[in-house]
Structures are given as C-alpha cells and as structure tokens.
C-alpha cells in the first residue's frame, strides 16, 4: 500500500511542478501577481508530496516489504536498521528520487529566503527550477520508477551491495546531490536574467550565497568519497581519476571559478556574460555527470545500471537544458557588456586568471573523460585514459593558479600596487621556501623539485591567507564574514596540497605475504600478525587478523583488518585496518589466503593524509562562514534597488 | 603603452599560453593512452610488445594456480577463441574470481606471459567490463550466469 502511495505521490509531484513552471515563468513574463503567488505555492505542494514519496520508499525498505522490486534488489531482512535507510539511495531508482527531493527542496529554499528579491526575478528563478524537477520526475516515472513490484514477492531480498555499507557511503551520495542539484540554482538565476535582460551587482549578490552552499556541499561530497574509497576499497588510494570522480570534480572546478566570477560581479560589475556562461556550465556538467553515471558509457565502480533509455533521456534532458540555456545567451549576451575598465595589475586580473586557469583545468579532465567514448562511439580503438595525464596535466594550469593566489589575495580592485602587502608577501614567500627545504628536505628526505615546489606554495597560500584577517585585527578594522570566509578556504587549500603533495611523494606500500606469528618491516615500523580469527557481523562472515605495530620495539598500534564475505551477495570485502595520526596513517590490508595460515597483505605508509580531507572540510567551512556575512540578509531597499537599475542602464 | 597596445600583448600571452599547454597536453596525452586488446588479437601478434596496455577476458575454471605462500599468482584470459597466460604479483582484488570477467594492465613478456602491473576485477557481481562483453559477443558465445563456463 505504501509503495502505491508513494507512487501517486511522485505522480502528483510532477503534476505541481508543471503549473510552478508555468505559472513561475508566464506569470512574471505578464506581470500578474497571482500566477506568481500560484507559482509559489506549487513549490510547496510539489515539496510535501515528494518528502511523502520519499518517505514511503523509506517506510517500505523499513518494513522489509520484499514484493517491490527495489527493495528486493537492494535490501535484506538481515540487513541493520540504519542501512535500510541508507539503502534508499543504494541504487539508481531511489538515489534518483533523493535527487528530485534534494531538487525541490532548493526550490522551497529559495521560496522561502528571497525576501531581498524582486518577486518577478524569484518567480522566474522558481519557474526554471520548475521545469528542471519536472524533467527529474518525468524520467523517474518513465525509466526508474522505484515503487514498481515484484509478483510473486521474493521471499526475502539480495542485500545492498556491501561496499555501501558504511556509514561515510551512506552519507556521500546526500552531501554530492546537494551540491550536483546546487547548481541548478545559479542556472536558474541565469535563465531568469537573461530572460529578464537585466544582469547587476545586485543579482550578483543574490546568486552568490546559493553559488557557495552549493560548491560547499559538493566539497564535502567529493571528500567523503574520496575518504570512504581510501579505507573501504582497500586500495588506500585517495583519488583515481576514475570518470565518475571527474564528473563530481568538473563542476566543482566550474562552481569554484564561479564563485570567483561572481565576486567580480557583484563588486565591479565586470565579467556579466561570462558569469552567466559559468552558472550555465556548472549545472551542464552536473547534468553530464549523471549521464555519465547513469548511462553506462563509461565502465567504473560506479556503474552499477546501465539501461541505454535512461542514458538517452537524461542526454536529451541535457540537451534541451544547455541548448535552450545557450541559445539564450547567444540571444541575451549582447545585453550584458560591461563597460568598467581594470589594469593588468588588480584584483580583476587575478579573478580572471584564476577562473581561465580553472577552467583550462576542467577542459583537461573532460578531454581526459570523454575521449575514450568518442573513440569508441566511432568505433575506433578501445583505449583508456589512465592516470598519469590527469596527474600530469592537471597541475599545469593549477601549478601557476596557486602561485598566484597569494598575491590575489592581496590586491586591491580597479588597480594594484602591493606598495602595503609588497614586504610581507616577500617575506611569507622566503619562509615558505625554506618551510618547505625543511620539511621536504629534513625531515622526509629529498625526492623531487615538484614536491618542493608544491609545498613552497601550499605554505605561502597559508601565510598568505592570515596576513589580511591579523592586520585589520590589530589595527582594529571590522572583519567582515566574508574576508574570513575566503581566508580560511584558501587556507584550507593550502592543507589540502600539504597533504596531497606529502602523500603522493613519500607514500610507501608494499604487498608481501605474513603468517601469525611472522613479522616484517615496513615504512621503519615492525608489523606482526599475532592471531587469525572469525569474526561474525550482523549479516556477514569475516576472517580477523591482528597486527601488533611497533617502531624500536615500542607498541605504536594493534588494528585489526578483515576480510568479510557478505552472506547474500557472496562478495569479499576487505575492511582496511588503519591507524590513523595526524601526520602519517598505517594502512593494513588483508589480501587473500595463500595456503596454510599465510595471508597476503598490503602494507602502506601514508604521511600527512589526513590533510587532504581535513583541508576539503575548512575549504568548505570557508565558505559557510562567506555566506553569514551580513549584505546578504540585509534588504534592498526601494531607493537602493531603483539606483542600481539605473547604474545597470548607464553601465 | 597604450591601452591597445596592451591588449594585443594580454592577448599574445594568453595564445601562447594556451598553445604550450596544448601541445604539452597532447604529448602527455599520446603517452598515456592505453589501448586495449582481446586475448585473439594478442595471440594474433596485434598488440605491442614494448609499450603497457590492457587486455581483459573471462578467467576459466581451473586455470588459477598459485604457490603456496607466495604472492606470485598464474591465470588465463580467455575470449572463448584464443587465450592468454598472465601472471602477477600482489594482492588481488576482492572480486577476482574464476569465471569472473577482468582487465589486466601490463607488457607482454618475454616466454609469451603477460606480465600484469593491475588487475581490475568489478564490484559487482553481473557486471562484465563492457569491452569483455563486446569481444564476447564478437565470438557468437554467451557465457551463462552461474553454470561453469566453458574452456576451450
């Protein structure tokens, strides 16, 4: 009955988000106040009954009701509680409805804060968001529905895939989404915009904050799961350039130049239609993504369904978005020149340095991602691209990018003479240098110009990043959130290549073979397998060994790797026994028996890993301080919006 | 200089600029594709023999062997027409199985052995890489689901 329920709801889900697109979109072309009052109410009444769908799909893999289809699929009576929930979005039926209700809830937010906005402009930006739920629902109901059942019901269910059963999987697809359908809040302000014709530092500063908790949801998404792929795929890896991670990490790249654009924007008023083509980009390459994802073209851990109508959809839902979004533009653009002039030297050169460099970056990882399919579409050669070009090829843009950041930091808008920061710049850059000698140098060893490099620049974004926080502290000056905010992202950056740049030049691993009681040595540390054990989960069988660690015969760590076989799904999975310290992890895993009581193990050495997702969480963590700061709650005033349009007319 | 005069420098810089970083990017790029081959060109000679790449096929019953104790591991790919012997060294992943579908990247060695770097296996356990199900399909043989699988 739930299932059915559910269902009905998703149907009349869709229902609502056609009038709140029309009606958005119409009412605002048409100036009536009550079509835009309708539009909004539809957001609302779209919302409850996705959240009632939602909640069905939850409440049937609760109840363990085996006659629907999904549930058999993905779910098992042994299955623990909390993973049931989790099993929702263990698929692509139900990972597709948490995308619609992660759409339409932007939609209620939006609703609901927009008080600052004119009510055509919101009603145009909901109309838009209405089109694109509609298009989600539409492709649920036709191609993925997950409320389908199963006749006769199957006796009991084939389990979530184990490798989602952990707790930081669980709650990665959630925090991705968020930042994927994000985006398609700056989309949607483009289109109004451009549909508006009229593009002004005020609208910058509209978009703005939905640009940022986007990008900072997207941040966390991507370090969850790079952080889960390290310990849980056993591999230890913490990035493989695998597609469907490049098709998370493109529109990152894009929501990052486009929350460096927009500053330009709403400052200066410079960069309009190049704002516009950002916002229209970021959405594009999330909606490419899931395509990617979704289709099957491309062959990862990830796709897990490949269904080609889907992947038509979707690629047509992807062209009616961009196609319709460009062909606006190339209509509207000619409207948004900006007339104010900068020198090579300011704040504007170095925004848009930065937003060439990143997107020269993005265009390296797409080359990277879609060549493979375009040679195989044309029936050419079967080829991959592997990892060595991402890692080679992504650090030429984003090499002199960081370099850069430090000075951008600094310099002032219109026109920048350093005379102030000119000292302290020079300073920071020599104590990064010489940072950098020590650690790479003296306490790793040497291994190569490129890790001295990088280090070099991640400590002169750090000083860099606190040199304008602690002057206008001791001076005395106000310190906007949003100063801060920019701070600590960029010095969360700076964590993030510490930690990137020491992992992947002093890393050790090694696989060898152990019985208890056998030891080896590893990375300048003793690991000795004491004991082999089973061990018994709540739905699966597992072998235990303990590794006692120890440096100079002292006791640094036991842990405890398994290897687990999942009782439904007969997978084995390796669960990495780590111990983890803020500057180096020690990564066992267990391989395969090799006869008698000896195991293959892998061992590794991982230095300052931490890092890199410890500086994800203070990027984003910078960027929820930027959007608390106070211009974006305050209210435009009558006066203040009537003197901007009429700068945006002179302009 | 004059405001144009500037210009043309921003924009000579920026060509250039760009230029460099495709012509770097199309040399890293030629060096890191990998190509992949199907047991029946590799024994048909197609594939090279001084550069890595990538061959994937099923793994038949019975052609897995393994000293004991030891990390070094000998197996078959097969595409139901021709086979390969690949050898490798490590720990192997989670799903790799006999009967299974995989893709080993490496060199062909010297005696005719593949010498495997990496062994991808995929997380799940109907799933078959899509090259593997093209080449197999390009041998008019279907490999069942659960039942053994043929050895030729």
């Known amino acids: 009955m739930a299932a059915e329920l559910g269902h009905f709801a998703l149907i009349l889900a869709f229902c609502l988000s056609l009038p709140q697109a029309f009606f958005g979109l119409m009412g605002a072309h048409w100036r009536r106040p009550h079509w835009i009052a309708l539009a909004n ?28 289809l999904y549930v058999a699929q993905n779910s098992n009576s042994e299955l623990p ?155 230890g890896g913490w990035w493989f350039w695998d597609p469907v991670e490049n098709a998370s990490f493109m529109p990152w790249l894009i929501g990052t130049a486009l929350i460096h654009s927009l500053a330009a924007t709403e400052k200066r008023g410079l960069f309009k239609s190049w704002t516009l083509l950002l916002s229209i980009t970021a959405f594009s390459l999330s909606l490419l993504g899931t395509f990617l994802v979704r289709s099957g073209v491309i062959e990862s851990v990830h796709a897990f369904a490949s269904d080609p109508g889907r992947g038509l959809f979707i690629l047509s839902f992807l062209g009616v978005c961009v196609g319709g979004a460009l062909g606006l533009y190339a209509w509207r653009a000619p409207l948004f020149r900006s007339n104010a002039g900068f020198s090579p030297v300011s704040r504007e050169s170095f925004l848009l340095f930065n937003n060439i460099l990143l997107v020269g970056a993005t265009a390296v990882i797409l080359i990277g991602t879609t060549y493979p399919m375009f040679m195989d579409a044309f029936g050419l050669d079967k080829v991959s691209v592997g990892p060595p070009y991402f890692e080679a ?14 000075p951008g930091m600094h310099a002032a808008w219109k026109k920048a003479s350093f005379e102030s920061t000119k000292k302290i710049l020079a300073v920071l850059l020599v104590v990064a240098v010489v ?37 206008r502290w001791r001076k005395g000056h106000s310190l906007p959130a949003s100063i801060i905010g920019m701070s600590v992202a960029h010095f969360g950056l700076a964590m993030f290549i510490v930690g990137a740049t020491t992992v992947e030049s002093y890393k050790q691993e090694t696989d060898l073979s152990l019985k208890p009681g056998q030891s080896a040595e590893h990375a300048g540390f003793t690991f000795t397998m004491t004991q ?52 180096r992890d020690l990564f066992v895993a267990m391989g395969e028996p ?58 | ?125 109907n799933y078959m890489p899509p090259e593997v199900a093209k080449t197999l399909k390009k041998q008019h043989e279907k490999p069942t689901n659960s039942g053994p699988l043929p050895t030729t």
């Open chain 2, 1 to 125: 200089m004059t405001p144009r005069r500037r210009r043309m420098v921003m924009v000579a810089l920026i060509v250039l600029g760009v230029g460099s970083a495709a012509a770097f990017a199309l040399t890293a790029f030629q060096d890191n594709l990998l190509y992949f081959y199907s047991p029946s060109d590799v024994t048909a000679g197609k594939a090279p023999t001084d550069r890595v790449f990538r061959v994937g096929g099923m793994v038949p019953e019975g052609s897995f062997t393994r000293a004991q104790g030891s990390l070094e591991a000998h197996f078959i790919l097969t595409d139901y027409a021709h086979e390969v012997k690949v050898s490798y060294t490590g720990v192997l992943p989670d799903l790799f199985r006999e009967g299974q579908g995989v893709i080993a990247r490496g060199r062909m060695g010297a005696d005719g052995v593949f010498v495997a770097e990496e062994v991808l296996a995929k997380h799940d356990e």
């Open chain 1, 41 to 68: 109410r539809a957001v609302a009444g779209q919302w409850v009954f996705t959240l009632f769908s939602f909640a069905c799909l939850s409440y049937v893999f609760y109840q363990n009701d085996f006659s629907v």
């Open chain 1, 532 to 583: 082999l054990s089973d061990v018994k989960g709540p739905n699966y069988e597992a072998v235990q060994s303990e590794v006692v660690i120890t440096r100079d015969g002292k006791q640094v760590a036991v842990v405890h790797p398994q290897k687990r076989v999942y009782r439904v799904q007969k997978n084995a999975m390796t669960e990495a026994g780590i111990d983890a310290h803020w500057n």
């Open chain 1, 81 to 235: 509680t909390f993973y049931r929930f989790a099993a929702v979005w263990g698929a692509h039926e139900g990972s597709l409805l948490l995308w619609l209700l992660v759409q339409v809830t932007w939609a209620l937010g939006v609703a609901a804060f927009s008080g600052n906005m004119p009510q055509q402009m919101t009603s145009r930006v909901l109309g838009v968001l209405g089109l694109i739920s509609a298009g989600f629902a539409l492709f649920i109901l036709l191609t993925s529905n997950p409320f389908l059942r199963l006749w006769p019901a199957a006796p009991d269910g084939r389990d979530l895939n184990p490798l989602l059963q952990d707790p930081a999987l669980a709650i990665h697809p959630p925090m991705l989404y968020i930042g994927y359908v994000g985006f398609s809040v700056p989309f949607a302000f483009a289109v109004a915009a451009m549909l508006e014709g009229k593009l002004d530092s005020i609208w910058a500063r509209w978009v703005r904050p939905w640009a940022t908790v986007a990008w900072m949801f997207l941040t966390c998404g991507i370090a969850l799961g790079s952080w889960w792929a390290y310990y849980e795929l056993g591999w």
């Open chain 1, 594 to 651: 090799l006869g008698g009581d000896a195991w293959s193990l892998r061992l590794q050495y991982k230095p300052m890993v931490r890092f890199i997702w410890l500086g994800a969480a203070v990027m984003a963590l910078g960027g929820l301080i930027a959007i608390c700061d106070r211009r974006y709650r305050k209210r435009v005033t009558v006066d203040e919006g009537a003197a901007a349009a009429a700068g945006a007319k002179t302009a």
């Open chain 1, 435 to 471: 940072l950098a000698l020590v650690v790479s140098v003296g306490v790793y060893g040497w291994k190569s110009v490129m890790t001295i490099v990088g280090l070099t620049a991640a400590f002169w974004v750090a000083g860099a990043a606190l040199v304008d926080p602690i002057s």
């Open chain 1, 393 to 406: 090829m992504f650090l030429v843009p984003m090499l002199p990018m960081v370099f850069l950041l430090a």
